[in-house]
C-alpha cells in the first residue's frame, strides 16, 4: 500500500464517518474507495462491516436508559433497547 493510497483510504474513512453521523451510507464513499484501488468486493465489503461495528455499539445506550414517554413492553423494556431493566 502507497501513501497516496493509505491517504485515500483515510479520507474516504474520515468522509463517511461524517456521513454516517448525520444520515448514514457512509459506505457509498468507502465501499467504491476500497474497489477503486483494487480491493476484492468481499474484503471492501467485511471491512466495511467491521468498521460500523464501533461506530454502532454504544448505540443501545445512548438513550440515557430514559423511558419517558415512550412506554415499556410487557417485560419493562423500552422500545428499541437490546438491554433489559
Given at each position: ?12 474513512g ?37 468498521g ?34
Amino acid at each position: 500500500m502507497s501513501i497516496f493510497e493509505a491517504i485515500c483510504i483515510f479520507l474516504a474513512g474520515i468522509a463517511a464517518g461524517t456521513i454516517n453521523t448525520v444520515v448514514g451510507s457512509g459506505t457509498l464513499v468507502t465501499f467504491p474507495t476500497l474497489l477503486a484501488f483494487g480491493y476484492p468486493p468481499v474484503v471492501a465489503t467485511m471491512s466495511n462491516a467491521v468498521g460500523l461495528v464501533p461506530a454502532t455499539s454504544p448505540a443501545p445506550g445512548a438513550t440515557g436508559g430514559s423511558c419517558a414517554g415512550s412506554g415499556t413492553d410487557s417485560a419493562g423494556n423500552c422500545p428499541g433497547r437490546c438491554s433489559a431493566r
